[in-house]
Nanobody
Framework: QVQLVESGGGLVQPGGSLRLSCAAS????????MGWYRQYPGKQRELVAS???????SYADSVKGRSTISRDNVKSMLYLQVNSLKPGDTAVYYC??????????WGQGTQVTVST
């Protein structure tokens, strides 16, 4: 069974940056459009960034202009660079497929906390 493992979160001050990573246990990153989701306590996951198989990127308005999604198909890795972090970015971040692709089992996510 495919496993997704997110990492790179942590406690950061407002204005700081983080690079989130997602490792897949199999070479599936190149097979699907992939994305980063985040979840606030008590809320559903929301898609914040996606990248198609051909490399087309899309961002939610909340992170547009300060985030970059990328993928390494050889290493089967997905990344999200987020700059100018805000307290509103505090959430658990997950990676998974996007749009009509079947969802893979969700990983444990990585906690991002933006606070002084």
């Amino acid at each position: 069974q495919v496993q997704l493992v997110e990492s790179g979160g942590g406690l950061v001050q407002p204005g700081g940056s983080l690079r989130l990573s997602c490792a897949a246990s199999e070479s599936i990153i190149s097979a699907y459009g992939m994305g980063w989701y985040r979840q606030y306590p008590g809320k559903q996951r929301e898609l914040v960034a996606s990248i198609t198989r051909s490399g087309g990127e899309s961002y939610a308005d909340s992170v547009k202009g300060r985030s970059t999604i990328s993928r390494d198909n050889v290493k089967s890795m997905l990344y999200l660079q987020v700059n100018s972090l805000k307290p509103g970015d505090t959430a658990v971040y997950y990676c998974n497929t996007v749009y009509s692709a079947p969802r893979l089992p969700w990983g444990q996510g990585t906690q991002v906390t933006v606070s002084t």
